[in-house]
């Protein structure tokens, strides 16, 4: 992982089409990234659900919880860690950057 002064940082989204309650869906690196968007801060989480392995950005959040549309695990999206069964293992977090209402997020992270 790269120090914060030589990051690499890559547009992803416009923070305008981040749409309350519904995680956007990214690629980057080949990898899945859903986006939320509450109390003015952008988030980015991996997509998939520690648990089973479905989409996040089918599912919905609320605050600060998003929840897995197959078996309803639920995770904080601030820190990754799984907040109500059947998931316990946590979901991987990364870093944002949003400027002039682009959101960028680092491939050094992913």
Request: net charge neutral; hydrophobic share 40%; charged share 20%.
């Amino acid at each position: 992982m790269a120090d914060a002064a030589t990051k690499t940082w890559v547009k992803v989204a416009r923070e305008a089409d981040i749409q309350k309650n519904q995680p956007h869906y990214v690629v980057l690196n080949n990898r899945g990234v859903a986006l939320y968007r509450t109390a003015g801060t952008v988030y980015a989480t991996d997509d998939t659900c520690s648990h089973a392995a479905a989409s996040l950005c089918e599912g919905n959040y609320h605050g600060y919880v998003v929840t897995c549309p197959r078996h309803g695990g639920q995770f904080d999206i601030r820190t990754g860690r799984a907040v109500k069964m059947p998931a316990i293992a946590p979901i991987e977090v990364f870093p944002v950057r949003v400027d002039g209402g682009d959101v960028f997020l680092s491939p050094d992270d992913l």
